[in-house]
């Protein structure tokens, strides 16, 4: 009775199980596939990967001097003019001692005036022989000297005011900021602590692209050939390339892992082309699949 009775709640499962099935058919959940990368383009290329750079590169802005900034004038995607004023450094020690240089230079320039008026009269003496030579020389000497100093008092007020225009950083090319890494009251180090500039800047017109070449493929490169850049998750955007230059020293190929010091085993040259930005949807830094027209892979002996 005991088996019967297991057999029998066994079956019973069974059933329910069946009925659960039945009533509550699993849904099936389609994965949409991740997007396939673009095809090559040519039959014999070169593939390599491509980071979007400024046509001047990517200035990185310094400051002459380290010192404490006190205006910025720009933010991150404003288009300016060269030698428009982008941030400034404090300037008020510039100023107390561009102050006491043009009070120096004031003095000067009396005393240069009073020893060009004291040699006149002894210029304008129709007897040269009512003076000793002695004091007429020294009367010139001292004109002169007052001369000397008067244009050493100028250079010195024309140095602080060109120091205080070094402290208005401005902008080398008309072009886009693509960066501020500085805050009003921050200290202008020369480099951050980031490694990152003050002030990062860009043509917004034509946008290169440096290329990578593995150092194995660097005898199948031809310079002037086709190339075509892809954007990375949409193949259909397709981006034709117009050669620029090659920088033909191997170096060590850098790691994407955001370190400058960071490398990997495989060496490569690169290779520089541009592009019209126009409308297409790209920035500056971002990585393309670029393939390149080269010789096939098969050499005749």
């Known amino acids: 009775m005991r088996n019967i009775i297991i057999i029998f709640i066994a079956i019973v499962g069974l059933c329910l199980t069946g009925l659960m099935i039945y009533h509550n058919p699993k849904t099936v959940t389609y994965v949409e596939l991740l997007p396939t990368p673009p095809s090559p383009p040519f039959e014999h290329f070169i593939a390599g990967q491509g980071l979007i750079e400024s046509a001047y590169k990517n200035i990185s802005i310094g400051s002459a001097f380290a010192d404490i900034i006190t205006e910025i004038y720009v933010f991150p995607g404003d288009l300016v003019k060269k030698g428009a004023n982008l941030f400034k450094t404090d300037t008020r020690h510039l100023q107390a001692q561009l102050q006491e240089a043009r009070a120096d230079q004031a003095v000067a320039q009396a005393d240069y005036n009073n020893q060009a008026q004291q040699f006149s009269y002894y210029e304008q003496l129709l007897n040269k022989n009512a003076v000793s030579k002695l004091v007429y020389t020294n009367a010139e000497y001292n004109k002169k000297m007052a001369y000397q100093r008067l244009e050493k008092a100028k250079a010195t007020v024309q140095l602080y005011e060109t ?117 297409l949807p790209v920035f500056l830094g971002q990585l393309l699949d670029v393939y390149l027209l080269a010789q096939p892979h098969a050499v005749n002996a």
């Open 163 to 279: 120091d205080i225009q070094r402290s208005y950083v401005q902008a080398p090319i008309d072009g886009q900021v693509l960066q501020v890494n500085i805050r009003v009251g921050q200290y202008a180090y020369p480099v951050l602590d980031n490694n990152a500039p003050l002030i990062l800047f860009g043509d917004p017109d034509y946008f290169h692209v440096r290329v990578d070449i593995d150092e194995e493929d660097a005898w199948r490169y031809e310079p002037d050939q086709a190339g075509f850049a892809y954007v990375r998750g949409n193949k259909s955007i397709e981006i034709p390339l117009e050669y620029v230059y090659i920088e033909p020293y191997i170096i060590p190929k850098k790691s994407l892992s955001g370190s400058d010091t960071e490398r990997v085993d495989t060496r490569v040259f690169q290779a520089v082309y541009r592009f019209k930005k126009h409308d």
